[in-house]
């Protein structure tokens, strides 16, 4: 199984991206980041239009799309760890969809199996990925039976 992040803007030098590095360092089974940005000067839908063929194009061919949407299913990080046991046990790739400032296009969503939320807050979506890796990682060693996740 892989898991990939697909993610929309380029992560830069930053607080942000520092945080990523630790926790993609700390992975065990490789996770892959691919990032995608929209370089001409769209706005509003022809944007997200446009956002969402290159999520779509980036995604893995199979892989269960799992939306990060305000709007979407929160769970608990346990939830999370069990979706990816199963994913696990069926052999199946996971591709996370994170949007750009505007969220996730229709079309997007609606080729997810999952859409998650970290909440109803609105997040930066650079923060999100931070977010997504650190959870991840805590899947990851809740599957292992080690003590970093506290119930």
Same mark, same amino acid.
């Given at each position: 199984m892989q898991i990939s992040i697909i993610a929309v #803007? &380029? /992560?830069k030098d930053s607080p942000e991206k520092a945080l990523c590095d630790r926790y993609l360092g700390r992975m065990r089974s490789a996770v892959t %980041? !691919? $990032?995608?940005e929209e370089r001409r000067k769209l706005s509003g839908d022809a944007l997200k239009q !446009? $956002? *969402?063929a290159l999520i779509l194009d980036a995604c893995p061919p199979g892989a269960r799309i799992i939306a990060l949407d305000e709007g979407g299913r929160e769970a608990t990080s346990r939830d999370l760890a069990d979706r990816i046991s199963m994913a696990q046990q069926d052999g199946t790739d996971l591709a996370f969809a %994170? #949007? #750009?400032a505007d969220g996730l296009s229709k079309e997007v969503l609606d080729r997810a *199996? /999952? &859409?998650l939320s970290f909440g109803r807050m609105t997040w930066p979506h650079m923060m999100v990925r931070a977010m997504l890796l650190e959870q991840l990682y805590r899947a990851q060693q809740i599957l292992a039976g080690h003590p970093y996740h506290r119930d």
């Open positions: #803007g &380029r /992560l %980041i !691919r $990032e995608v !446009r $956002e *969402a %994170i #949007g #750009g *199996a /999952l &859409r």
